[in-house]
């Protein structure tokens, strides 16, 4: 499945619509975002996975969807599950967002 770009305008319903879902934060400045990016896609398109809806945030632009996951640092990286926040925690480390993704499974 393709990572999904969510915004403040639909971040909320996304979260009702699908049962689990796992958020990357990013920023357009943070190099250690961009070098996350294609592992997260990635990720994303695992057979293994194909129940979770991948989502990616500007958290600069985002404020409401930033503070449902209580971001601090960036990348962060966040699960969902029947729209309430799970876990979280600022990683660049594709092992790291796997232990998170897999809260979900």
Same mark, same amino acid.
């Given at each position: 499945?393709?990572?999904?770009? =969510?915004?403040?305008?639909?971040?909320?319903?996304?979260? /009702? +619509? *699908?049962?689990?879902?796992?958020?990357?934060?990013?920023?357009?400045w943070?190099?250690?975002?961009?070098?996350?990016?294609?592992?997260?896609?990635?990720?994303?398109?695992?057979?293994?996975? =194909?129940?979770?809806?991948?989502?990616?945030?500007?958290? /600069? +632009? *985002?404020?409401?969807?930033?503070?449902?996951?209580?971001v601090?640092?960036?990348?962060?990286i966040?699960?969902?599950?029947?729209?309430?926040?799970?876990?979280?925690?600022?990683?660049?480390?594709?092992?790291?967002?796997?232990?998170?993704?897999?809260?979900?499974?």
């Open positions: 499945m393709a990572v999904q770009v =969510a915004t403040d305008n639909d971040f909320k319903s996304i979260l /009702e +619509e *699908n049962n689990k879902v796992v958020v990357k934060y990013f920023a357009d943070c190099g250690s975002c961009k070098l996350l990016s294609p592992k997260y896609k990635r990720l994303s398109n695992n057979e293994e996975y =194909a129940g979770i809806t991948f989502l990616d945030v500007n958290a /600069e +632009e *985002n404020e409401e969807a930033r503070k449902a996951a209580e601090n640092n960036l990348p962060f966040a699960v969902f599950e029947n729209g309430k926040f799970v876990a979280g925690q600022p990683t660049s480390k594709e092992e790291k967002v796997v232990e998170l993704i897999n809260k979900l499974v």
